[in-house]
Structure formats: C-alpha cells, structure tokens
C-alpha cells in the first residue's frame, strides 16, 4: 500500500520534472525571440537617427545588447533543469520509501508470522530466549 503510493507520488514527481523542462524551454525561446525583436528596434532606431549601427559604439552596445539576452535565456534553461533536478530528485525519494516500507512491512509480517509458530524467538523475536550465564575468568 505504501509502495504504490509513492510510486504515485513518485510518478507525479516525474511529470512535473517534464513540465519544468518543457516550461523552461518555452520560456527560453520566448526570451530569445524578444531579444531579436529588440535587437532590430534598436537597428533601425540607430538607422533613422543617420549613424551606421554597424560600426563604432553602436557595434558595440547591440553585441552587449545581444549577448545580455542570450545570459538571460541560458539563464533561464539553468533555471528550468535545476528545477526538474529537484522533482527527480524527489521522485526517486519517493521510489526508495515505498520500497523501504514494502521491505519494511514484509519483515513485520515475516516475524510475526515466525513468531506464532514459536520461531520468534531463533530469529529475533519473541521472548521465549533461555537466559545466558555470564562468568567472569580471571586472567593468567
């Protein structure tokens, strides 16, 4: 019972780690296209105005202008895998605690049964033990 509920809850995990990624990708691809549009308003502004864009200082500020976009959308990749790092991560928690309580409740059931038989107590359960004598020896 345990098992499958984590392996639900384990399942879930791991559509959510999907999603993320696809959210991240979507939002990445958003950003970059925005930065195009912005690169080629600031182009034709510069153009208006009479000045080459592609020399000088206007060079210049539309390759930070460019390259500040790209950080953001890697950026925001490294955002979207780490968050999908975490949903895995908690989905193989949850895998490794339904498997720990399944093999948790199998040796409950396993003792138990053990012990009805008057078994219990050969393999650690039950107190049906004999008591043990301790002697002390002296050293020679």
């Known amino acids: 019972m345990a098992k499958a509920e984590a392996n639900a809850q384990a399942n879930i995990a791991d559509q959510n780690a999907r ?24 182009r034709a502004a510069v153009a208006q105005s009479g000045f080459d864009p592609n020399t000088g200082s206007l060079l210049e500020l539309q390759g930070d202008s460019a390259a500040a976009g790209e ?3 890697l950026t925001t990749r490294y955002e979207g895998a780490l968050q999908a790092l975490s949903f895995s991560t908690q989905a193989d928690s949850l895998r490794r605690s339904g498997k720990a309580a ?12 053990l012990s009805s038989f008057g078994l219990g107590s050969k393999y ?9 004598e301790t002697r002390i020896i002296p050293r020679g």
């Open 19 to 42: 999603t993320a990624r696809l959210q991240a990708g979507v939002r990445e691809d958003l950003i970059r296209r925005q930065n195009r549009a912005k690169l080629g308003e600031q």
């Open 124 to 132: 650690g359960g039950g107190g049906n033990m004999a008591p043990v």
């Open 71 to 73: 950080f953001d959308a």
């Open 102 to 113: 399944a093999r948790t409740g199998f040796l409950n059931a396993a003792g138990t049964l």
